[in-house]
């Protein structure tokens, strides 16, 4: 069976990666559909992927082909769910790509029953699975510095409301800790070193820092919203991202608790084996294999 995965607009290199070693008898192709496919359509297309039985688009691929079997991926759907944030180019995926696809990959469940409520798609045509974190983070060594601190990954509201959250903690706890930012203090290293995780997204199709947190080891206190339960689940202190005192609370009772701390780390470390990219391309192998027969 030959798979050819649009790349155009999107990082597959990892998911390939792992596909390619994970394949038994597929074989793993990458193309880019680019301005040619917008042009000449989905005869082009189709002529371009001769020998291929399934196709998997990216949120940018042009148009649909008309003899080989489509599927793509749903990552989010903040353009039907967050104010302001729908746009034409989401709801012609939606039409060119998502209403054609003989078979979805959701990157949660949380997506899965959103498509299937906001989109009409049919249940039994999606499928869910993880994507994957970087190795990198399972093998982390904590990288060391001077004083402990609290990492987060905010943007925007959420980051206005975290800082919020840090000025109601106890002056000792504010003395005693640092507050930084994933820009900040990028990478593996950083994560592991961190004395807790907190990520007060308002939403996200899946939470990927939090993946990556669990599997460097780390406690997490997450948003209550979209995905972030499903992927943190007993792993991490669920909290409402509009409300600062709630997540200082949050804060608090982890910092305040080495051994609470520990247990989290201990289990989001467990349930981050979930999310590793062997575990994704065995699921997207298997997903594959279901379009292609059926």
Same mark, same amino acid.
Request: glycine share 8%; proline share 5%.
């Given at each position: 069976?030959? &798979? ?6 999107? $990082? ?33 297309? $189709? ?59 959701? =990157?949660?469940? #949380? =997506? ?9 798609? $049919?249940?039994?045509? &999606?499928?869910?699975? *993880?994507?994957?974190?970087? /190795? ?22 959420? !980051? ?16 005693? *800790?640092?507050?930084?930012?994933? !820009?900040?203090?990028?990478?593996? /290293? ?10 007060? #997204? ?7 820092? &939090? ?15 979209? !995905?972030?339960?499903? =992927?943190?689940? $007993?792993?991490?202190?669920? =909290? ?10 949050? &804060? ?41 027969? /059926?």
């Amino acid at each position: 069976m030959r &798979i050819t995965i649009d790349a155009a607009g999107s $990082d597959a290199a990892p998911w390939v990666a792992a596909l390619r070693t994970q394949a038994h008898g597929e074989e793993i192709q990458v193309f880019e559909s680019g301005k040619l496919a917008a042009v000449l359509g989905a005869q082009w297309l $189709d002529f371009k992927l001769r020998g291929t039985d399934v196709f998997h688009a990216s949120a940018v691929t042009p148009v649909a082909p008309l003899k080989v079997k489509l599927t793509a991926t749903i990552e989010n759907l903040s353009g039907w769910l967050m104010p302001g944030k729908h746009t034409k180019a989401a709801q012609y995926f939606a039409e060119r790509i998502l209403e054609r696809a003989h078979g979805l990959i959701a =990157v949660s469940e #949380s =997506v899965r029953q959103d498509a299937i409520r906001l989109l009409g798609i $049919d249940a039994g045509k &999606i499928t869910t699975i *993880y994507p994957g974190v970087a /190795g990198e983070y399972f093998d982390a060594k904590p990288t060391p510095r001077d004083r402990p601190y609290v990492l987060h990954a905010g943007f925007g509201g959420t !980051s206005d409301t975290l800082l919020a959250a840090w000025r109601e903690l106890k002056p000792e706890l504010q003395r005693e *800790y640092d507050l930084l930012s994933t !820009s900040d203090a990028p990478g593996a /290293g950083p994560m592991a070193a961190a004395a807790l995780f907190v990520y007060p #997204s308002l939403y996200d199709g899946f939470a990927l820092p &939090i993946a990556q947190a669990m599997a460097a080891h780390v406690a997490v206190v997450a948003s209550d919203v979209s !995905s972030m339960p499903e =992927v943190g689940r $007993d792993a991490a202190v669920l =909290v409402d991202p509009h409300d600062p005192a709630e997540i200082a609370a949050g &804060i608090t009772r982890l910092l305040e608790s080495e051994s609470e701390r520990a247990k989290l780390a201990r289990y989001g470390r467990a349930r981050a084996e979930k999310y590793r990219w062997e575990k994704c391309a065995e699921d997207s192998l298997a997903f594959f294999r279901r379009v292609a027969g /059926g």
